[in-house]
């Protein structure tokens, strides 16, 4: 059974810095594409970052430059560094995996991200 699972959400200021991580179980991220997701109140849920097996990552125009995506292969967890944030990054943040058929397979129950102005 795939779980993933969410954590490193928090309140923050602008501008401030926090790191998500997201721990997987039944599934081998290495070998998966790995997205973040997000969604805030009242929007659709948008892409946020992704990261290939290979290693190549890709990041939506409203993070570029503030957001890392990471995975740590021994530890099994993938990661978003997030800087200099900003109060529209406010949003509950999901991990997924499992890329099939133009959408991913598994999602973590997400982590809620509040940025104060």
């Known amino acids: 059974q795939v779980q993933l699972v969410e954590s490193g959400g928090g309140l923050v200021q602008a501008g401030g810095s926090l790191t998500l991580s997201c721990a997987a179980s039944?599934?081998?991220?290495?070998?998966?594409?790995m997205a973040w997701y997000r969604q805030a109140p009242g929007n659709q849920r948008e892409f946020v970052a992704s990261i290939m097996p290979g290693g190549n990552k890709f990041y939506s125009d409203s993070i570029q430059g503030r957001f890392t995506i990471a995975r740590d292969n021994v530890k099994n967890t993938g990661y978003l560094h997030m800087s200099s944030l900003k109060p529209e990054d406010t949003a509950v943040y999901f991990c997924?995996?499992?890329?099939?058929?133009?959408?991913?397979?598994?999602w973590g129950q997400g982590t809620r991200v509040t940025v104060s102005s």
């Open positions: 039944g599934i081998n991220l290495s070998s998966h594409r």
């Open positions: 997924a995996t499992g890329y099939s058929r133009l959408n991913y397979t598994y």
